[in-house]
């Protein structure tokens, strides 16, 4: 049996001794070069829930194809690794189930345990850009949490059709509804997605100053507030390529006094109202094994983002961003690989303070600046890694556990080193923010721990070019 699944050895891709068996039998009964066999037909077990369409729209073959056999084994582990991506599923196997040798046909069967859709999570989370500037500059401030309810259903209709309804309350007033259906057309290439948000909050960042956000806070009245919404449509044409526009709406304001007091320049032209359309297009080129934590394949994006198009005179922006990753896996325990992120204006006027933030989130920061922001209209980061995997274990609750998709909890631990390397360009810099323009260089070792695929803890001992260093948190999750 060829299989793929989370009880087993989810991240090393091997065949096992059923499926080589049954390849050697097909070898020898076919000697001549090139054979094919024809996918004659295609079952699925497991899928009490999802749409069996939803299944075959992975598979890298599909019932009436040809295929070599020497591709054959590949078209396997690619097609368990494309079901498991899609977060549907805690197991996936892919197996012969029967074939007939005068006439090259073989009944493909696929078995799928279904992974749990439906995540009522409460909010307790940090308003923070990450865990220790809240835990260590803000002094871990209550009042800096929110609040509320996560209600997350991943496959609705069976058809991996994802709704979220967001409710928070406490630092942040926020309420948002999204909705996504991947699947509009019978051939399963274009999809559909919208979403609306509102939010309004007491303090607000006004300024970067030392290269550190400034708040100014009113526990009096709401100094901020944004209505949202989006309408995204998808082409996905085949496994790996990804085409996707976006239209969105931003309605904003703020109060007089952070203009008249704090900063004139918080939204463009100035006034304390702004409201925007934008159009985005992104490319994306995804060849990863696993997306939440890779180890072989790539991984690339350009991404085209014009905010304001002219309609109520308020903003006019124009950026292109790009990332591309790459990762090796040498063996069963080590690997390696690294990532690089740019960020060009083509417009090259100063954007709006709310909108100048370029190096600092969760994704663009130079490993030891957690605590720093930077401002600026391009950058450019590259991060490398060469990690080892020290430990590949599994929870099994047994009897213990009610809910089948949590009865075995498997998780693997990383040793890592790291470094990274990053530049922001802010021709508007005055002087009060010394990192900008400046060449930073940060890294250490780091721990890893990998629960399922999904769920990632990041553990970083960092150092940087100031000779500054600490232990830093992340947390990353593809549900």
Same mark, same amino acid.
């Given at each position: ?317 124009? &950026?292109?961003?790009?990332? !591309?990753?790459? #990762?090796?896996?040498? =063996?069963?325990? @080590?690997?390696?690989?690294? $990532?690089? /992120? ?63 998709? &949590?009865?075995?909890?498997? !998780?693997?631990? #990383?040793?890592?080193? =790291?470094?990274? @390397?990053?530049?922001?360009? $802010?021709? /508007? ?51």
């Amino acid at each position: 049996m060829h299989s793929k699944n989370y009880t087993t050895s989810y991240f090393s891709l091997k065949i096992s001794s059923t499926i080589l068996l049954s390849f050697l039998f097909l070898a020898i009964a076919l000697p001549a070069q090139n054979q094919k066999v024809v996918i004659d037909q295609i079952t699925v077990s497991g899928n009490d829930h999802t749409k069996p369409g939803v299944i075959f729209r992975e598979l890298l073959f599909q019932k009436g194809d040809s295929v070599f056999i020497e591709e054959l084994p590949e078209k396997l582990e690619r097609s368990e690794e494309s079901l498991l991506n899609t977060s549907l599923f805690t197991k996936a196997e892919i197996f012969f189930k029967n074939w007939e040798g005068h006439s090259n046909k073989v009944h493909i069967q696929v078995e799928v345990q279904e992974a749990w859709y439906i995540f009522p999570v409460p909010i307790f989370e940090w308003i923070d850009r990450n865990f220790n500037v809240w835990w260590v500059e803000q002094h871990r401030d209550l009042d800096r949490i929110n609040l509320g309810i996560d209600f997350t259903h991943i496959n609705l209709a069976g058809r991996r059709d994802r709704l979220n309804f967001q409710a928070k309350y406490g630092y942040v007033r926020q309420y948002g509804l999204k909705y996504a259906f991947p699947y509009l057309n019978k051939a399963k290439t274009l999809g559909l997605d919208g979403q609306v948000s509102y939010q309004k909050k007491r303090e607000i960042n006004f300024l970067t100053e030392g290269n550190k956000q400034l708040f100014y806070e009113d526990r009096d009245q709401f100094l901020y507030q944004k209505f949202s919404a989006r309408l995204g449509v998808t082409y996905r044409p085949g496994h790996q390529v990804t085409h996707e526009w976006g239209l969105s709406y931003n309605w904003k304001s703020v109060v007089s006094s952070v203009l008249e007091e704090l900063n004139p320049a918080y939204f463009a032209p100035g006034g304390g109202l702004e409201r925007a359309f934008s159009l985005s297009y992104s490319f994306t080129l995804d060849k990863r094994d696993v997306y939440a934590y890779p180890l072989n394949g790539g991984y690339f994006q350009a991404k085209v983002t014009k905010p304001g198009l002219g309609i109520f005179h308020d903003k006019n922006m124009l &950026f292109v961003a790009t990332r !591309f990753e790459q #990762y090796f896996q040498f =063996n069963e325990k @080590w690997s390696s690989g690294y $990532d690089l /992120f740019g960020k060009v204006s083509v417009i090259r006027t100063r954007p709006p303070y709310e909108n100048s933030h370029i190096m600092g989130s969760s994704t663009t920061t130079v490993p030891g600046y957690e605590y720093y922001i930077l401002d600026g209209i391009d950058a450019v980061l590259l991060k490398a890694f060469c990690r080892f995997r020290a430990l590949d274990y599994r929870l099994d609750f047994g009897r213990l556990m009610p809910f089948e998709a &949590f009865k075995v909890i498997p !998780f693997k631990l #990383y040793l890592r080193l =790291n470094s990274g @390397w990053g530049y922001a360009n $802010d021709p /508007f810099e005055t002087g009060g923010n010394p990192l900008n323009r400046t060449l930073l260089w940060g890294g250490g070792p780091a721990l890893d721990v990998v629960f399922f695929h999904d769920i990632v803890f990041r553990f970083e001992y960092s150092f940087n070019h100031l000779g500054e260093k600490g232990l830093f948190l992340h947390f990353k999750s593809n549900l």
